[in-house]
C-alpha cells in the first residue's frame, strides 16, 4: 500500500489522446508532489495544453490508466467537481461584476453564504495586493491587475492543484518578469501544486522546482531546471534550451561522466557525457553555449579560429568564428566592440561541453 505521505498531489499514467488521426499525447506520464511547482515547457503542437485540458477534466483522454488528484480516481469526475482550478491566458473574467464579485464567484456557486464568501475574496485579494480595489469594476483595472484577479479566483476555492496555462503570456516583458516573481512568491505561500504550461524557457527556469519539456505528444525530457539547462540529452533538447553550437563527433574515449569527441576535421577535444549508455565509437554530439567559450592561449585544449563577424548589441558582442570543425557562434559580455580582433583559439571548461547521442534528435 502507498504511504499517503508520499503519494503524488497529481498522478497521471499512459495517457493517450487524438483528434482523428492526430495523436496529441502519446502514453505520456507525468506526477507532481504536495506543494511543487511543476512546468510543462514545449512549443505549439508539443502536447502540452492537452495535457493541462485531460487534467482538468475539459477533454476526455482517449484512453489514460490512472488519473488521480489528491489521491482521488478522477477519470470520470467532470471538470466542475474535480479539486483541481485553471488560470488562463486571457483571465475569463466577468466584466459587469466588481473585482470582489468575480473572486467570491466560485465560493458563490459552491453554496458559501455571501458573508464567509465576502470574507475569503478578501483574503485572496490582500494575497495578490489587490484588496484595495475590491469594490472597482474589472474595466478599470491593468492588465496585470487581472491577471492577479484571476488568481486570487482561482485559489480562493482551495484547489489540490492550480493550473496555468500560460497565464502571463499577454503582458508585457517587465510586467511577465514582476508576475513571475508574484507567482512563485504566492506558491509558496500557499503550498499549493502549480502546474504550469508555457513555451518560455525563462519562465520555466525562473519559477520551476521542475520542468517536462514536450515534444510531438511525447516527454522529451524532464528533471530539475539546471538539469535542462546545462545537461540536455537531445538535439531537440539543446536547441530548445537556447545551445548556440551544436558539433557533431565521434566518441572515441570515455572516463565516467567525461567524453574525448573526435570533430570535423580531426579535432579532439573534452566534454560531459549526459548520457550513462554512451559507448565508445558513438556518433555524438557535443553542445556549447554561447557565452561559455573563449579565448584561451596557443596550444590550450579547444579549437583554432578565425573571426569573421560580430555584432555589438550593447549589453553583450556576438561573434562568427570559422574553425575546423565548423563555425561556432561567440558571446562576450564583457570589453569593447573591437576586443576580440586578436582571437585565435577558443576554449571552454569541460563541464560546460555536453555530450548526447547524436541520434537524439
Known sequence: MTDPTTEPMLEVTDVVHKYGTVTALSNVSLSAQKGEFLTILGSSGSGK????????????????????????????????????????????????????????YGLRIRKVNATDAAAQARRALAMVQLEAKADRSIRQLSGGERQRVALARAVVTRPLVLLLDEPLGALDERLRQDMQLELMELQR?????FVYITHSQEEALTM?????????????????????????????????????????????????????VELAGGTRVRGTLTNAAL???????????????????AGAEGLDGTLSSK????????????????????????????????????????EDAVIFAADGT
Not at 483522454?61 to 488562463?88: H, M, N, Q, W
Not at 511525447?218 to 531546471?225: N, V
Open 311 to 350: 555584432v555589438y548589441r550593447g549589453k553583450y558582442t556576438d561573434m562568427l568564428v570559422e574553425t575546423p570543425a565548423g563555425q561556432l557562434r561567440l558571446r562576450s559580455w564583457h570589453g569593447a566592440p573591437g576586443e576580440t580582433e586578436t582571437l585565435h583559439r577558443l576554449g571552454w571548461k569541460v
Open 49 to 104: 495544453t492537452t495535457m493541462l485540458r485531460v487534467i482538468s477534466g475539459l477533454e476526455t483522454p482517449y484512453s489514460v490508466k490512472r488519473l488521480r488528484i489528491g489521491g482521488e480516481d478522477v477519470t470520470d469526475v467532470p471538470a466542475a467537481k474535480r479539486r483541481c482550478t485553471t488560470v488562463f491566458q486571457n483571465y475569463a473574467l466577468f466584466p459587469h461584476m466588481s473585482v470582489l464579485e468575480n473572486v467570491a
Open 189 to 193: 505561500k500557499l503550498d499549493m501544486t
Open 208 to 260: 520551476s522546482d521542475r520542468v517536462v519539456l514536450m515534444r510531438h505528444g511525447k516527454i522529451e525530457q524532464s528533471g530539475r531546471p539546471l538539469d535542462l539547462f546545462d545537461r540536455p540529452q537531445t538535439r531537440f533538447a539543446a536547441d530548445f534550451m537556447g545551445y548556440e553550437n551544436i558539433l557533431p563527433g565521434r566518441l572515441i574515449e570515455r572516463d565516467a561522466t567525461l567524453g574525448l
Open 279 to 297: 559507448q565508445t565509437g558513438d556518433a555524438v554530439n557535443l553542445a556549447l553555449r554561447a557565452e561559455r567559450i573563449g579565448a584561451v592561449a
